[in-house]
Nanobody, 119 residues
Framework: VQLQASGGGLVQAGGSLRLSCAASGSIFGINSMGWHRQAPGKQRELVAL???????NYADSVKGRFTCSRDNTKNTVYLQMNSLKPEDTAVYYC??????????????WGQGTQVTVSS
């Protein structure tokens, strides 16, 4: 199983970016998917989580600005980031809890994509 993230880049404060992350490989189903981020010198933190039924959870710092969604037909999770702030600068990692067989499931992580917000 692989998770391939894309969509990071450099943007000015107040701008928008959309991250995508597609899962591929031996996949029977996917439970939760989401995004974490890690800024320099800080611990990795949860940004957004979406369940298989579409329920979402967000970090307080991004509520109202970020929207997490998924396309189950494409095994893909998205993160729409609006009103970006310099403090959103970090490497963003996508995540998925993937069911491979009836008795086997694991957490998988993407390679990370850099988001830089200039002031």
């Amino acid at each position: 199983v692989q998770l391939q993230a894309s969509g990071g880049g450099l943007v000015q404060a107040g701008g928008s970016l959309r991250l995508s992350c597609a899962a591929s490989g031996s996949i029977f189903g996917i439970n939760s998917m989401g995004w974490h981020r890690q800024a320099p010198g800080k611990q990795r933190e949860l940004v957004a989580l979406i369940t298989s039924s579409g329920s979402t959870n967000y970090a307080d710092s991004v509520k109202g600005r970020f929207t997490c969604s998924r396309d189950n037909t494409k095994n893909t999770v998205y993160l729409q980031m609006n009103s970006l702030k310099p403090e959103d600068t970090a490497v963003y990692y996508c995540y998925a809890h993937i069911i491979q067989t009836l008795f086997r499931s694991n957490d998988y992580w993407g390679q990370g994509t850099q988001v830089t917000v200039s002031s």
